[in-house]
């Protein structure tokens, strides 16, 4: 119902059924509550012929409300080779180590996103994002780890603070896909439990240091973390007076219908 403030509070009693009225009028035309939710959930149910396609040749007994949810997408994302190669046809270039993942960064795919890549065209370049190369697990003697140099400018676990008036916040080492260029290939999908345990010390920092104004979350991908925990870190960022803005880092909106 649209609201409406009048100056004149002295209005008689036609003037008050006529006011009544009209928002009464204003309230019928907005569309019922349930309809505009039909309406959502019927959105919610497009998705592309492609996809459909997909969905019949390689999960024939999948839902569109399954297909279109993420916890469905997460759960039957594609982690081996044997499984990849149901999928598509991989050149001699195209190889996955699965025999060391603390090592190399392993593999994960959402259907959704495998559903874009090539079937046999190894050269194209979304799927040379996301499929594992021989080129990759060939390290020069010039590489390291942290290509960015993350580690020198974090003077606490979790925080990389190079810029003064912003700092980067690692809330997480997991990913819905993990990319082949990631530059943080060292802690992402490893055991960092003791890393991602206690984010206390992180949050002290920006509070003591004023010059902070902009805090960017990443990881890993903030959006695979729980709704209670994300609040968590959004409201104690909010809660710090000089911190002015808050991003998240995250490929869950592409990756996960």
Known sequence: ?????????????????SVVSEMVMESLEE???????????????NISDSSKEFIKKHFPNTTIEQWNDWKWQYKNSITTTEQLQKFLHLSESETIKEDNVEKYLPLRITPYYLSLLDDFDASQPLRKTVIPSVNE????????????????????????????????FLVSNTCSVYCRYCTRSHMVAKDCKEIFNDFEPAFKYIEENPQIRD????????????????EYFL???????HVEIIRIGTKVPVVLP
């Open 235 to 241: 409201r104690r960022l909010r809660a710090i007076p």
């Open 1 to 17: 119902m649209t609201e409406k403030k009048y100056k004149n509070s002295n209005l008689n009693n036609s003037s008050t059924i």
């Open 137 to 168: 697990y060939y390290i020069g003697k010039d590489e390291v780890l942290d290509p960015l140099c993350e580690h020198g400018d974090s003077p606490i676990p979790n925080l990389v603070h190079r810029y003064p008036d912003r700092v980067l």
């Open 215 to 230: 805090v960017l979350l990443s990881g890993g991908d903030p959006l695979l973390l729980s709704d209670g925990k994300l």
């Open 31 to 45: 569309p019922p509550l349930v309809e505009t939710i039909d309406k959502e959930r019927q959105k919610k149910q």
